[in-house]
């Protein structure tokens, strides 16, 4: 009981974390800001996290990681032989989520990415990248593309979404990244005609 | 003179809020951080700025993205018809930033960019990103694009190298903005040799 608690408790902490990491970046972020979303008590979320902010947002964003895991296999496993239909649907989802708020909330990891942080923080972001790389990376190679050609589009793929991602919020409009969706998804069809075995 | 230390004292703050808003973004940059960097007392820089942080922030990414026009256009004129070598170079020019920094100095208006940051500061970032998409997207019409393809390729490169440096801070390597540089350049010679009018 005292252990289902706890871990309810720890769960919490980093859900609230992850979604306050997500719509304003780490430096925004404020152990009050997470105790206020969270209703953990700031005294548990020392017991839980004693190293503190750094702790909880490393935790938060491999949580996070965990989520753009799943969410990207189900993309792929949703449009079988697609994975460019895979990373259209991948982009509709984050142009849906631009518009319902208001561009708050796009990329779960890149604006603590570009923020001034190291150690655990910074490690967490990269392997969340990580994470992404290699299951895009591995539809694309499942497709017929060369592990070293599935590698570079795959990091291409994710460049330009980020990237993407970015000119939206600033301009405050999700065209960019439509616009970026669909020069993608031709080139990725463009590469895999020309390069994937028959 | 009263009036040429006015405007030194200006360009002063906005010089030292600029980069600040690049090595660390917009809710680590106190007002207390922007008197010391750049050594105008606060008041002098309630007199300029009225309205306080957000109105230096604003002014400082207009000034980033003037900057960016000229780097951006010396670039393409040091490369007469060669705008994708113009691109390369200015994934160069990052590349040598982030190693000379330690990964701390990338794009100055994406990490803004991403915050939750509204009004004036979101629409200065906006504009920034105006700024290098026109001067690229001319560069490749120049070389022969249409005007809607120039801008379709335009968006893609930019989106490509936001993101790259994105992937680049996070894994604390040059690597992922080296490797779309390399995608980036075949994907616009390509582009090029197959729509550009000979």
């Known amino acids: 009981m005292t252990y289902s608690k706890s871990a309810s408790t720890r769960a ?12 304003q970046g780490y430096a925004a972020t404020g152990l009050s800001d997470i105790v206020k979303e969270s209703g953990v008590p700031k005294g548990s979320l020392y017991h839980h996290f004693p190293e503190g902010k750094s702790e909880i947002a490393s935790a938060a964003l491999a949580a996070t990681a965990g989520r753009l ?29 631009l518009e319902a708020s208001q561009f708050v909330l796009g990329c779960p990891v890149a604006t603590v990415s570009l923020e001034y942080v190291e150690g655990t923080v910074q490690e967490a972001c990269g392997r969340a990248f990580d994470v992404i790389l290699s299951v895009l990376g591995a539809a694309l190679e499942a497709r017929g593309l060369s592990k070293r050609r599935a590698a570079a589009a795959s ?7 980020e990237g993407a991602l970015v000119l939206s919020k600033a301009q405050a409009s999700t065209e960019p990244l439509a616009r970026v969706r669909n020069t993608l998804g031709e080139y990725l069809r463009s590469l895999i005609a020309n390069e994937a075995a028959p």
């Not at 919490?12 to 719509?23: N, V």
């Open 69 to 97: 895991r799943s969410h990207l296999e189900a993309l792929v496993a949703s449009h079988p032989g697609e994975p460019v239909a895979a990373v259209e649907d991948f982009c509709n989802r984050y142009i849906e989520q």
């Open 155 to 161: 990091l291409f793929t994710v460049s330009a979404i």
């Open 12 to 23: 919490a902490a980093i859900r609230s974390t992850a979604q306050l990491l997500r719509a």
